[in-house]
């Protein structure tokens, strides 16, 4: 290396040195710590200046709330609620002192110690703000006290900030019992009810000083969702959260020595009693009302916004249209039922779903008799089987699956089935053997006659061709909730759980040529401080329009020369489908015509809605089965709804006739009882192998009734000139003749 390399490598080690010394000189230690203390001390200076400038401000104006509106589709008004708070100030001495206990062990441990604020909680609300991540709990007994009384629910920095200064201004002001007084007096509860007081008639219909320490440790509990912790209306998972959050405040009382371990041993979880309808939400406007409650929930407005007054929601429910499923379900079922006199009458609950095929506007809904005296709505509900009604869904995954028969024979509307009744399905490792209607064999059958007649066998050994798993993922795609649906050859049948709302969504996708369509309520929601646009639902193609037009084509041949014909008329072109099942415990007709598609369903409800029960002997007609009280509902209504009539048909595009291979030969005996069968569930909850029943055998001349007659099982492989009303079930139970086990 020269002299001059030299010199140059040493001056750019020099400047490299000074950089770095440089650099350290600016981020010495006590540069750092100063800075640090100067940010610490600016932060203090400008809490110091928000402290002073921020005062308790005077109570919030939830005496001046406004109600909610609930409108037509067309701008009429349907209800007004939360006129009112639903609200009673009680005295603290007044609340049992272990309950009092109850909610600062539920809510803030450390609230008789604590300086009325948590630094650390309102950090992460603070930062759960500003990233857009919406609410984050953490507050104090203080700080939601402040929230509730004070302030507002906004999730706004400014309001935590506000609430922050304010609760260390009240803690100082206040003794501990008032504010713990002043939280639980202005808490939500949920079912309307703001306050201890009103908590406990809500939930307990009792008043605040009656309350035992399971109850209050129920109550204390709601805070955290109220909503999504009501016993009476959440889901498996609310119920079994709440029941953890119970429990969890009970333990914190014995940590805090607040109850002792044996007297918590001998607790038992409280149940509330059912939720009292509010005055106006009489007759059908309450069945309304929850299921777009319902549906806002699902749209990020919460119970608490609701409540707090001011909105404006218009449903897609059309006013004419609603008349016209009410007079329907009045003319051709109320109005032929002794509800005081019957005990079977007295069990009969209908429900409805209309839905517009092309936008999934729920434009009609039927929840009961009255919501005050039925809470339940029947329209919703999913705790019932669909029964035959799944069948077309078997077909259309068939259809979309390419499947084939057992030999190789593509499966279509002329693809040809054995019919003998209890014949074992081949192929599947589940060995089943259902009973068709009255153990009728029909021999060889096209799937389209076997639709018609609601054939059981053929379905049974359809879903083994299609296999369950890929039937049930055809049927989930089409809207059928994921709900007791095993992947089993009976699920052929409609073992699974579903509501009207469910089966609605189902046949309008059939409807709309296998584009999806999810039923909806509500159309908008508008605020005087905000406006929510309901989420437009996917339009995706569930299934292609070839197996939905085929099975629309199908479903056609039900109504027209099946078990369908009480909804056959020259007014409308229609398909549909019939189901009832096992024990006839739920009667269903789902149908459709290219403008509307509405599903009617009846219900047998016992014991205040714990226990399903027989329909047979509704009106003493027999058996109310699908062909009977619900497609003559549907047609009554479909009537209306159209007013009188449509010249529109079925636009049907690629129509899968199907292989039509050489006739099986039917088996000669019925075959012995599978070694391991569908196991049914407890009576009081829908069983795995539903029933369909028609009221007589097929007939070539005479249409379907109400009233079941036997007949002698053909000994010819004969095609019947006239299905009868509904399909058979598996008599599998001891002494079952396979008539609903009668």
Known sequence: MGRADARR?????????????????????????????????????????????????????????????????????????????????????????????????????????????????????????????????????TQQYVKNYYLTQDPTVSRKLKELVISLKIDQQKSKDEILAGYINTAYYGRGASGIQAAAQAYYGVDAKDLNVSQGAYLASLLQAPSQYDWNSATPTGKKLV??????????????????????????????????????????????????NKELEKQGVTEEDREAGGWTFTLTVDKKRQQALEKAVDDQLESKLDREGSKVDATVQAGATSVDPKTGKVVALYGGEDYIKHYIS???RQDYQPASTFKPLVLASALENESTTQDGSLIGLNTVYDGTSKRPVVGSDTPFSPQNEDDRSYGPISVQKAMNSSVNSVFAQMIVDVTPSAAKQTALDLGVPDKNFPERPAVSLGTMNASTWDMAGAYATLDNHGRKVTPHILQSAEHRDRTVNPEKPKREQAISRASADT????????????????????????????????????????????????????????DGGR???????????????????????????????????????????????????????????????PTESEEPTPSDT???????????????????????????PPTSPELPSQPGEDDGQPGERPGGNGLLGE
């Open 243 to 292: 029941k953890e959050r119970w429990a969890y405040t009970l333990r914190n009382m014995v940590e805090m020595d607040w109850l002792t371990e044996s007297e918590k041993a001998k607790l038992k979880f409280a149940y509330p009693q059912k939720p009292k309808p509010a005055a106006g939400m009489e007759g059908q406007t309450g069945y309304l009302v929850e299921a777009a």
């Open 611 to 673: 226990k399903q029960v027989s329909l047979t002997g509704t009106a003493n007609s027999g058996r109310a089965n699908g062909g009977g009280f619900p497609a003559r509902i549907w047609a009554d209504y479909t009537l209306g709804a159209l007013g009188g009539g449509s010249g529109k048909t079925f636009d049907l595009q690629d129509v899968e006739r199907g292989e039509v291979p050489a006739p099986p030969t039917p088996s000669d005996t019925p075959s012995e009882e």
């Open 551 to 606: 099975v629309t084509k199908a479903l056609t041949g039900v109504v027209d020369a099946g078990s369908g014909s009480a909804a056959n008329t020259s007014a409308y072109d229609a398909a549909g489908k019939t189901g009832t099942s096992e024990d006839n415990k739920s009667a269903w007709f789902a149908g459709y015509t290219p403008e509307l598609t509405t599903v009617v369903a009846l219900f047998g409800e016992g």
């Open 9 to 141: 490598a040493q001056a750019q080690e020099s400047r490299r040195a000074a950089k770095s010394g440089g650099i350290r000189r600016l981020f010495t230690w006590k540069k750092l710590l100063g800075t640090f203390f100067g940010i610490v001390l600016l932060g203090m200076g400008a809490f110091g200046a928000l402290y002073l400038y921020v005062d308790v401000p005077a109570a919030n104006a939830m005496a001046e709330r406004q109600s909610n509106v609930y409108k037509y589709s067309d701008g009429t008004v349907l209800a007004r609620t939360g006129k009112g708070v639903n609200r009673q100030i009680v005295d603290l001495d007044e609340v049992p002192k272990k309950v009092q206990h109850a909610f600062v062990a539920a809510e803030n441990k450390t609230f008789y110690k604590d300086q009325g604020v948590d630094l650390k909680g309102t950090t992460r609300a603070l930062l759960s703000t500003v990233s857009g991540k919406g609410k984050q709990g953490g507050s104090t007994i």
């Open 686 to 712: 829908p069983s795995e192998t539903p029933s369909e029943t028609p009221s007589e055998s097929p007939s070539s001349s005479a249409p379907p009734t109400d009233s079941p007659t036997v007949t002698t």
């Open 378 to 380: 029947n329209a919703t």
